[in-house]
C-alpha cells in the first residue's frame, strides 16, 4: 500500500500539473524598455493592488484610497486633543466628509460606505480609533468593490478566477478526505489496516500541499491586467528609488498615498523624516500649524500601524 500511495500522489500531481499548464498557469508578459510608463490614469488603491502577484484588497489599499479622496478635497482630517484610548500618548485624529462629488469610482464609493455605511454625506465623520472596528465588520463593501472595478478595467479574467477557485477546491477536499482516510485507519485496530489507509492518506496529503501552492502562484490577471501589472511594479519601483535619493517634501506629499497602496507607507516617513523633508497637505488640520509636518507623519504611522507592525507614533517627539 506504501507503493499505492506513492503512485496516488503521482497521478495527482500529475493531473495538477497538466491543469496548471492548460490554463496558462506559466503565462508571462514581457514589456519593452519603452512599453513601461508610470501608471497615470491609475488611483493608489488601484496601482497598489496590481502590484501585487495576486489581487487580494488589504487595509494598504483602503487607506491608500482615503488619502487620494482627501488629496482630492472630498476628506479631511483634524487632529484631536483627546488621546487614543489604548495609547495615552497618541492624539486621536477625525475623518469628515467635505463633500461629496457625483462622480466617484467604484472603490472609492465602496471605502465611503465601509467607513459610512449610513451614509456617506457631507459632514459624516470617524474618529482614527475607530477605523478598525469599521473596517473589520464592512470589510467586503471595500473589498468587493475593489476587485469588481479590476474586472470592469478588464484586468482581471473571470475564468482565470474560476480556475484558481478549482485548485483551492482540490486543496480542501484533499485534506479532507486524508483526514478521513487517516481516522478509518486508525479505527480499525490493526497494525496492517492503518498502514494501509495511512499511506494513501499521505499521498492525499501531497496532492492537497501541491494545489495549495498551486493557489497562491497561479494568476488571475488578464493579459491586459499582467502588462499593468508590470507598469505598476515599475513605478513602485521608482518610487523606492525615489525614496532613497535626496528628494524633498514635494515627492513625499505628492506620492505617499501610493506608498500606501504599495504597502511601504512606514519606510516612507522615516526615509523623508530622516533627512527632515516632511511636509503636510491643506487637508490636514493639526492642533499646532507650526508642527503640521511632523503632526502628519505621526497621522500616517498611527494609521497605517492598525493593522501592520509598524509602529505609529509621535513624531513630534524625536529630534
Given at each position: 500500500?506504501?507503493?499505492?500511495?506513492?503512485?496516488?500522489?503521482?497521478?495527482?500531481?500529475?493531473?495538477?500539473?497538466?491543469?496548471?499548464?492548460?490554463?496558462?498557469?506559466?503565462?508571462?508578459?514581457?514589456?519593452?524598455?519603452?512599453?513601461?510608463?508610470?501608471?497615470?490614469?491609475?488611483?493608489?488603491?488601484?496601482?497598489?493592488?496590481?502590484?501585487?502577484?495576486?489581487?487580494?484588497?488589504?487595509?494598504?489599499?483602503?487607506?491608500?484610497?482615503?488619502?487620494?479622496?482627501?488629496?482630492?478635497?472630498?476628506?479631511?482630517?483634524?487632529?484631536?486633543?483627546?488621546?487614543?484610548?489604548?495609547?495615552?500618548?497618541?492624539?486621536?485624529?477625525?475623518?469628515?466628509?467635505?463633500?461629496?462629488?457625483?462622480?466617484?469610482?467604484?472603490?472609492e464609493q465602496g471605502v465611503l460606505a465601509m467607513l459610512f455605511p449610513e451614509g456617506y454625506t457631507r459632514g459624516a465623520?470617524?474618529?482614527?480609533?475607530?477605523?478598525?472596528?469599521?473596517?473589520?465588520?464592512?470589510?467586503?463593501?471595500?473589498?468587493?468593490?475593489?476587485?469588481?472595478?479590476?474586472?470592469?478595467?478588464?484586468?482581471?479574467?473571470?475564468?482565470?478566477?474560476?480556475?484558481?477557485?478549482?485548485?483551492?477546491?482540490?486543496?480542501?477536499?484533499?485534506?479532507?478526505?486524508?483526514?478521513?482516510?487517516?481516522?478509518?485507519?486508525?479505527?480499525?485496530?490493526?497494525?496492517?489496516?492503518?498502514?494501509?489507509?495511512?499511506?494513501?492518506?499521505?499521498?492525499?496529503?501531497?496532492?492537497?500541499?501541491?494545489?495549495?501552492?498551486?493557489?497562491?502562484?497561479?494568476?488571475?490577471?488578464?493579459?491586459?491586467?499582467?502588462?499593468?501589472?508590470?507598469?505598476?511594479?515599475?513605478?513602485?519601483?521608482?518610487?523606492?528609488?525615489?525614496?532613497?535619493?535626496?528628494?524633498?517634501?514635494?515627492?513625499?506629499?505628492?506620492?505617499?498615498?501610493?506608498?500606501?497602496?504599495?504597502?511601504?507607507?512606514?519606510?516612507?516617513?522615516?526615509?523623508?523624516?530622516?533627512?527632515?523633508?516632511?511636509?503636510?497637505?491643506?487637508?490636514?488640520?493639526?492642533?499646532?500649524?507650526?508642527?503640521?509636518?511632523?503632526?502628519?507623519?505621526?497621522?500616517?504611522?498611527?494609521w497605517n500601524s492598525i493593522f501592520t507592525r509598524s509602529n505609529g507614533g509621535d513624531l513630534r517627539k524625536s529630534n
Amino acid at each position: 500500500m506504501f507503493i499505492a500511495g506513492i503512485l496516488l500522489f503521482l497521478l495527482g500531481a500529475a493531473a495538477l500539473f497538466w491543469y496548471w499548464r492548460k490554463e496558462g498557469g506559466f503565462a508571462r508578459t514581457h514589456l519593452d524598455d519603452t512599453e513601461i510608463q508610470e501608471p497615470e490614469c491609475l488611483a493608489p488603491a488601484i496601482a497598489g493592488i496590481m502590484a501585487m502577484s495576486a489581487p487580494l484588497p488589504s487595509w494598504h489599499h483602503a487607506q491608500s484610497a482615503l488619502y487620494h479622496l482627501a488629496n482630492r478635497g472630498i476628506l479631511r482630517v483634524q487632529e484631536l486633543e483627546e488621546t487614543v484610548l489604548w495609547r495615552p500618548d497618541q492624539a486621536d485624529y477625525l475623518l469628515e466628509i467635505v463633500q461629496v462629488p457625483e462622480q466617484l469610482s467604484e472603490h472609492e464609493q465602496g471605502v465611503l460606505a465601509m467607513l459610512f455605511p449610513e451614509g456617506y454625506t457631507r459632514g459624516a465623520s470617524l474618529k482614527a480609533s475607530q477605523l478598525k472596528r469599521a473596517y473589520s465588520k464592512q470589510y467586503r463593501y471595500f473589498a468587493d468593490a475593489l476587485l469588481h472595478e479590476l474586472e470592469e478595467k478588464g484586468f482581471l479574467d473571470r475564468r482565470r478566477q474560476y480556475v484558481r477557485g478549482h485548485f483551492g477546491l482540490i486543496c480542501v477536499c484533499s485534506l479532507i478526505l486524508a483526514l478521513i482516510g487517516c481516522m478509518i485507519g486508525l479505527t480499525v485496530g490493526s497494525t496492517e489496516g492503518i498502514g494501509s489507509v495511512v499511506h494513501l492518506a499521505f499521498g492525499l496529503l501531497g496532492i492537497s500541499a501541491i494545489a495549495f501552492f498551486m493557489r497562491l502562484l497561479y494568476s488571475t490577471l488578464s493579459p491586459r491586467g499582467r502588462r499593468q501589472s508590470q507598469r505598476c511594479r515599475e513605478f513602485a519601483n521608482s518610487l523606492l528609488t525615489a525614496m532613497k535619493k535626496d528628494t524633498g517634501p514635494e515627492t513625499f506629499v505628492q506620492y505617499f498615498p501610493y506608498a500606501a497602496g504599495f504597502g511601504w507607507l512606514a519606510a516612507w516617513v522615516y526615509a523623508f523624516q530622516q533627512r527632515e523633508a516632511l511636509n503636510a497637505p491643506d487637508w490636514y488640520q493639526p492642533r499646532t500649524s507650526g508642527d503640521a509636518p511632523r503632526s502628519f507623519a505621526a497621522m500616517l504611522l498611527m494609521w497605517n500601524s492598525i493593522f501592520t507592525r509598524s509602529n505609529g507614533g509621535d513624531l513630534r517627539k524625536s529630534n
